[in-house]
């Protein structure tokens, strides 16, 4: 298995433009997990899936993130508009259950400008 | 919060000495994971332990978790200096949700 993918790798966009970040999680992982990591926050929880359907998105900081699992092999989480607080990494995991080790992508380091 | 807070922040030893993390924790869990984030890459699950176990080897890693105390703690034994890299401690409630700590930021020197 390839683990997570997460594209693109890199992602500079000007304030105010719309971001697409995606995420490919491994076959037979019912969980999905998208995480946002900066220096001052750490690693925070934004939002996971089961089974493809968003269960907790309590950290999602405003209405301009939005996130889909349209089925088991693809998440997108999308900001709009974006704002240079936004910059930070965000990664991706899945996880085969509950009381599992996660798997992280390699995550998409954003900067806003 | 059941997030867990690791100690000590950062920590510098000599290659081949042991490293000794502590991770502490507010409210009871079912399980408390630790990975490993090297620099500019995604994290890697080293270690699970549910709380009623006490400890956990994997390799040279050893996890050990007192629920009493709500605390754990990872020791790497004959460190390398590919061990360098940040270790976090992550604890896992009912839910299925599991929270970060802040890490600590582990140097081996050669």
């Known amino acids: 298995d390839a683990g997570v993918i997460q594209s693109p790798r890199h992602e500079v966009t000007e304030m105010g433009q719309e971001v697409t970040l995606r995420c490919k999680p491994i076959?037979?992982?019912?969980?999905l997990f998208w995480y946002r990591q900066t220096m001052m926050r750490g690693l925070e929880l934004l939002i996971y899936?089961?089974?493809?359907?968003?269960?907790?998105d309590s950290g999602m900081p405003e209405d301009r993130f939005s996130a889909k699992m349209p089925n088991a092999s693809f998440s997108t989480l999308k900001i709009q508009p974006s704002e240079p607080r936004d910059s930070a990494v965000y990664f991706c995991?899945?996880?085969?259950?509950?009381?599992?080790?996660?798997?992280f992508g390699s995550g998409t380091r954003l900067t806003v400008v | 919060s059941q997030q867990g807070e690791e100690d000590p922040q950062a920590l510098s030893i000599q290659e081949g000495e042991n490293a000794t993390m502590n991770c502490s924790y507010k409210?009871?869990?079912?399980?408390l994971q630790w990975y490993r984030q090297n620099s500019g890459r995604g994290l890697v699950h080293l270690i699970l332990?549910?709380?009623?176990?006490r400890e956990k080897h994997s390799g040279r890693l050893r996890v050990t978790l007192d629920t009493s105390k709500k605390s754990s703690s990872l020791l790497i034994t004959a460190s390398r200096a590919a061990d360098t890299a940040s270790y976090f401690c992550a604890t896992g409630n009912r839910d299925d949700k599991i929270i970060f700590g802040k890490g600590t930021r582990l140097h081996i020197l050669p």
């Open positions: 332990i549910r709380s009623n176990e």
């Open positions: 076959s037979g992982h019912d969980y």
């Open positions: 409210t009871s869990i079912n399980n």
């Open positions: 995991a899945s996880s085969r259950a509950t009381g599992y080790g996660y798997t």
């Open positions: 899936f089961n089974n493809n359907v968003p269960i907790d």
